[in-house]
């Protein structure tokens, strides 16, 4: 590995001979050529230098040394693993609104922030989007709709994703889509596939369906929070979103509930609703990969117009505000699989369970999921990934998939897989049973790091020998990561020595690395023999601890034992 400052220097075969070696900027020594800076010169525009032998010993001759084959051997390799060390191919730039924007709901389209991008057929830009709204109402239910999408011409061509929620008020309570007291976060996010040449206005977008002021705040006065995000270079994934479904839920809609003639209890989204899926295969080059995906369901409370009748839930005869059965609470994770050739299941990537509870006044609710730093494992037998959004009902009013509204108005069931990095993704190498500084080296060489809070383990293994690593061998995580090792101290267990020769006893002890110390004691049991012993056999104990025998002193005349 090279520091700040250090020069490249290769191996050149006529004209002045020279080293190929990583050297500082100063004088200095290596592989046995004498080398000053001040006899190294330019060899093009790489930044490469070349520098002239100081001694008389001719390069090839040097070049024949074992030592230094190997000392090349070893420079050459940690070059490549250099140059395959994963690097991040994502390019975000992040647009802040710069202020705060109010919007109605006869004000229609409101774009809050957008970005011209210039891309050719087929190239694909990831566009994230946050946009936090406070509402001018107390408990008056506002639907908020924020979108992402790219126009060509004045017209949105494409896909376009989108995330919902009813706003419920300016003092509506922190909770999982309120960041803070009465502020509503929605993110859609994209991954846009230009259709053909051009330039192309990339935007983020919100609607107000209802009667109260909404607003897209700019910032708490510390941090951005409404943006967007447009990467600058074309990327590598692909798109899924569902089937159409309108906004009252009569064409082809997913519904959860305990109605078994028309509702599931359990729906795969992007796998069993009727999306076509086909296997994404990563490029040939990745090394890690990003997946996002949203999704926003809407309750299907009693006498709702976004849901088909059939699917309503119990009539309650309460108020509109308040009707319903009560909330609706679901469970839902992201799911994403490395497959092997036979499509199989090779590697599974799950996000954490996120249990949410729709009350009947947000009636839309948006689910939010990332899976960053998703390895390509090389010892699966494809790069083929596909993924879903697992969304299990659990109780109260059935609930409705959203999906992409017939109106072409944009898809509120949607994820992505995107390369994040390029490289060799290498797996944690096994250490247990290497000594500290074998498995230090290994970690180092497969391009991560030896934690500093290692920890150590009284043993039987020899002092140094790594008995334990965290993570574990195989997994691949992220270059950098730190791996906790636990090293051996050393240590013996001692063995039970009662009823042995003093002297084959203390041989015993010795050969453990433990040391003997003997006692006499006259017994006239078993004289010579080992009467007493501390620690008692089977304990495992530190090298170097004593081992204190207490001996039978007595001897067949003291004793008056008869022969």
């Not at 109010?102 to 409101?110: H, L, P, Q, S």
């Not at 109402?137 to 709709?145: G, P, V």
């Not at 299907?300 to 308040?322: M, R």
Request: charge should be negative; glycine fraction near 8%.
């Amino acid at each position: 590995m090279t520091s700040a400052g250090d020069t490249q220097i290769k191996i050149g075969s006529s004209g002045d001979p020279i080293c190929h070696a990583v050297v500082s900027p100063l004088t200095f020594n290596l592989f046995g050529c004498d080398f000053l800076q001040s006899d190294c010169r330019s060899i093009g525009s790489v930044g490469f230098k070349a520098c002239r032998l100081r001694n008389r010993r001719s390069v090839l001759a040097r070049l024949t040394e074992p030592w230094l084959l190997a000392a090349l051997a070893a420079l050459l390799l940690s070059r490549i693993l250099v140059a395959q060390a994963p690097t991040s191919v994502l390019t975000p730039q992040r647009i802040p609104l710069p202020g705060d924007i109010k919007f109605t709901e006869a004000d229609g389209i409101v774009t809050l922030i957008h970005q011209t991008i210039t891309l050719k057929a087929n190239e694909i830009r990831r566009l994230m989007g946050s946009v936090e709204l406070s509402s001018s109402a107390a408990s008056t239910i506002a639907y908020a709709e924020a979108r992402v999408g790219c126009q060509l011409s004045g017209n949105f061509v494409g896909d376009i994703g989108g995330a919902a929620e009813n706003h419920e008020g300016y003092n509506a309570p922190i909770a999982a889509n309120y960041p803070s007291q009465g502020i509503l976060a929605l993110y859609p996010s994209l991954l846009f596939t230009a259709p053909s040449d051009g330039q192309y206005d990339c935007q983020l977008f919100v609607t107000n369906g209802d009667t109260p002021t909404l607003t897209a705040v700019a910032t708490d006065g510390h941090e951005s929070l409404t943006w967007l995000i447009v990467d600058q270079t074309d990327d590598a994934g692909f798109w899924l979103q569902n089937p159409p479904c309108d906004t009252t839920g009569f064409s082809a809609c997913t519904y959860l509930g305990q109605d078994a003639s028309t509702q599931k209890m359990e729906s795969l989204v992007f796998a069993d609703d009727g999306t076509v899926v086909p296997a994404w295969q990563a490029p040939a080059d990745a090394a890690f990969l990003d997946a996002v995906a949203g999704v926003t369901v809407t309750t299907c409370y009693y006498g709702t117009g976004a849901c088909t009748k059939n699917n309503w839930g119990p009539n309650v005869g309460l108020t509109p505000i308040v009707k319903g059965s009560g909330p609706t609470t679901i469970n839902s994770y992201l799911e994403v699989f490395q497959l092997n050739n036979d499509s199989s299941v090779c590697k599974t990537y799950q996000s954490l369970p996120i249990q949410s509870t729709v009350t009947t006044p947000a009636h839309h609710y948006a689910l939010n999921y990332l899976l960053q730093d998703i390895p390509v494992y090389p010892d699966c037998t494809s790069r083929s990934f596909r993924l879903q959004v697992v969304v299990d009902y659990v109780s109260g009013d059935p609930i409705k998939i959203d999906a992409t509204d017939s109106n072409g108005s944009g898809t509120l069931a949607h994820a992505f897989v995107i390369e994040e990095m390029k490289g060799v993704a290498r797996a944690i190498p096994n250490v247990v049973g290497a000594n500290q500084t074998n498995a230090a080296q290994s970690i180092t060489a497969a391009g991560y790091v030896v934690a500093a809070n290692g920890l150590t383990i009284l043993s039987t293994a020899k002092a140094g020998t790594v008995t334990a690593q965290n993570p574990a061998a195989g997994i691949i995580q992220l270059p950098n990561t730190a791996v906790q090792l636990t090293v051996s101290t050393g240590g013996a267990i001692v063995p039970n020595l009662l009823s042995y020769p003093q002297k084959n006893a203390t041989a015993a002890i010795t050969a453990l690395g433990l040391i003997p110390v003997v006692r006499f004691s006259k017994d006239c049991v078993n004289p010579g023999d080992v009467m007493i012993q501390s620690p008692l056999g089977g304990v495992l104990v530190p090298l170097n601890t004593t081992v204190t025998l207490t001996v039978d002193s007595g001897t067949v005349k003291s004793c008056g034992i008869l022969k």
